[in-house]
């Protein structure tokens, strides 16, 4: 799982119908000391989330199709989670 | 997933017996502020897209799903056709990133 934040949504009328009645999140992954990490990528949304949150991200096929209850569908991210919070020892990021 | 543009198509006359009949498009991957990132791909085509049109495309196993029971050896497949994107975060600074291209030959 990555550490991510929303930074906007994609609206499409033609997608893959495993793909309806979910937000379509534009979500940066970020590292530690919460800067861009790579791209943004493409997310399905499984718990309502919204832009600027910092959000859990999967990006492995199985956990993402579980986690939006879509399974043997074409989806391979999702956000999962909320992070309240990160402790890290000192120096970690 | 990932966000693309659809510059041109690949046609292939012998090909694995589970992609007879499907399209196969080149994608140049894109940033959210629609300039292109990275290296072209082929994808198969599971919505319908054409040449120009800014998509979205899943990677991995998943890309053979949406064509089940059928099992194309893909690794790249158009999900979705874009209608627009909402984008709410300043755009970055630039980082010798190339403009989006010219729009590509209708194929």
């Given amino acids: 799982m990555l550490i991510a934040r929303v930074i906007g949504e994609l609206v499409a009328t033609q997608k893959h119908a495993s793909h309806e009645g979910r937000k379509l999140l534009l979500v940066q992954p970020l590292n530690l000391d919460g800067s861009d990490r790579g791209d943004a990528v493409i997310a399905l949304d499984a718990v309502d989330a919204g832009v600027g949150d910092r959000v859990l991200l999967v990006t492995e096929g199985f956990s993402a199709m579980t986690a939006v209850g879509r399974p043997q569908s074409p989806i391979d991210m999702a956000v999962i989670g909320f992070i309240d919070q990160i402790d890290l020892l000192p120096g970690a990021d | ?107």
């Fill in chain 2, 1 to 107: 997933m990932y966000l693309g543009r659809v510059v041109g198509c690949v046609w292939a006359t012998v090909k694995h017996p589970a992609m007879v009949g499907q399209r196969m498009l080149v994608i140049q991957p894109l940033t959210p502020e629609l300039q292109s990132t990275g290296k072209h791909l082929v994808c198969l085509d599971a919505t319908g897209a054409g040449t120009g049109e800014i998509i979205y495309y899943v990677r991995g196993k998943e890309a053979s799903f949406p064509f089940l029971p059928a099992e194309p050896p893909a690794d790249a497949t158009v999900v979705g056709i874009v209608d627009s994107v909402h984008l709410k975060r300043p755009p970055k600074a630039a980082g010798g990133r190339n403009p989006v291209h010219k729009k590509a030959r209708k194929c």
